[in-house]
């Protein structure tokens, strides 16, 4: 399932379970060099610790494919590999726990079912773990970025939104479903219409102890995981709202049920009055900025309104959560480190959003990168040696439509 090709490691996901990930497989690449053992995840993250340790120098590993292709699993696996070999153990290997945990939690909230792929990044991270001088691990940080935040109001068929909404209905007690107002995903509009509540050989009730451990363990309090929860409850409900015309001879919307809006401000701690002419008859600029009207909108328009607030709400919490975690992993800044980058994978839906295709663009400077060094580069220097060699097309180039969008 691994072979080398040049610099990079080209890994195929078998989608099962194959043994080659215990403690056992990591003991024995420790120290190995990568000519003399079998390819594997393991040796490359053995090389990148022992290249810094001896060069003093920062080292970064990319790992890019399509959706499906293992991202996220193989980071997970470099993080399991680095905090074996580099953690302290013991009590004062705490940090290790947290950075190991930090993966679970940022899946839960980013990640989605899409119909290429049951466990898909919907946004992109950059981790940096850091070493002192001793090579034990000192800290860690995560930088985000590209959040699909358009997954949060609309998916496609047979798709769903976020993980974290499916594990808050299936793994609550029935008193915290009363005090959230929730119920089952298909009893909300943005969780319903895509025809998909439920993935196979994914245990909702499962991943949502393991979500609620993570919290525990990168020490956010009861107060910060109740607020978590309930932006996300919030949310559902907020998808709820029946925007109505206000008559036959009216465009203007009105909300006449107000259940949903009364569950949504009481969990965001706001008035329902204010949050509700906040969304129908919000207050805009005109004449250059110097003027603020109101102006009441129509049912069309009250639903964008809405789901512009769920977006931008959604995405800023996720912010304060990885903010929260680089808190608690506290990156050492002057320490060499080890990034890790793992991107949102390629993919191309029924309906496309903005930061798919930002997504989708990314991954093509990274495949252009790849076939010029991998390739091009390549077989260029066998022609310089005069090497007998068949020139190898690779494909299509994509350069004309990345400088395109550039």
Not at 34 to 63: C, G
Not at 89 to 107: D, R, S, V
């Amino acid at each position: 399932m691994h072979t080398y090709s040049g610099l990079f490691l080209v890994v195929l996901n078998p989608y099962k379970w194959i043994p080659i990930y215990s403690n056992e497989m990591v003991e024995f690449y420790i120290g190995k060099r990568k000519e003399d053992v079998a390819p594997h995840i393991f040796a490359m993250a053995d090389t990148a610790y022992r290249t810094m340790l001896e060069s003093k120098r920062n080292q970064s590993m990319l790992i890019t494919g399509e959706s499906g292709a293992g991202k996220t699993e193989n980071t997970k696996k470099v993080i399991q590999y680095l905090a074996h070999i580099a953690g302290r153990g013991g009590t004062e290997g705490k940090l290790e726990k947290k950075l190991l945990q930090a993966n679970p939690l940022l899946e839960a909230l980013g990640n989605a079912k899409t119909t290429k792929n049951n466990n898909s990044s919907r946004f992109g991270k950059f981790i940096k773990i850091t070493f002192d001088k001793s090579g034990y691990i000192s800290g860690a940080s995560i930088v985000s970025y590209l959040l699909e935040k358009s997954r949060v109001v609309h998916q496609g068929k047979d798709e769903r939104s976020f993980h974290i909404f499916y594990q808050m209905m299936a793994g609550m007690t029935n008193e915290e479903k009363r005090k959230y107002h929730l119920t089952v995903p298909e009893d909300f509009g943005f969780l319903n219409h895509s025809g998909c509540t439920s993935v196979r050989y994914m245990d909702d009730k499962k991943e949502y102890e393991h979500t609620r451990t993570a919290l525990s363990v990168l020490s956010f309090n009861e107060d910060e995981q109740q607020l978590l929860f309930s932006v996300c409850a919030a949310i559902c409900h907020l998808g709820n709202l029946p925007f109505e015309k206000e008559s036959k001879s009216s465009d203007n919307c009105v909300i006449n049920d107000k259940t949903s809006l009364e569950y949504a401000a009481e969990l965001l701690q706001i008035d329902p009055l204010r949050l509700e002419t906040s969304l129908i008859k919000p207050k805009i600029k005109v004449g250059g900025g110097k003027e603020v009207v109101q102006k009441h909108l129509d049912v069309v328009k009250a639903a964008a309104s809405r789901d512009a607030l769920v977006k931008a709400l959604y995405g800023r919490m996720f912010l304060w959560v990885v903010d929260k975690i680089n808190k608690t992993l506290t990156v050492e800044p002057r320490d060499n480190f080890i990034g890790l980058l793992d991107i949102a994978g390629f993919e191309i839906f029924i309906h496309n959003s903005f930061e798919q295709l930002c997504i989708n663009f990314t991954n093509e400077k990274l495949q252009q990168f790849f076939n010029h060094h991998m390739f091009t580069l390549e077989q260029e220097e066998y022609k310089k040696e005069k090497i007998e060699w068949t020139w190898v097309d690779f494909g299509v180039d994509s350069q004309a439509t990345i400088d395109l969008l550039e």
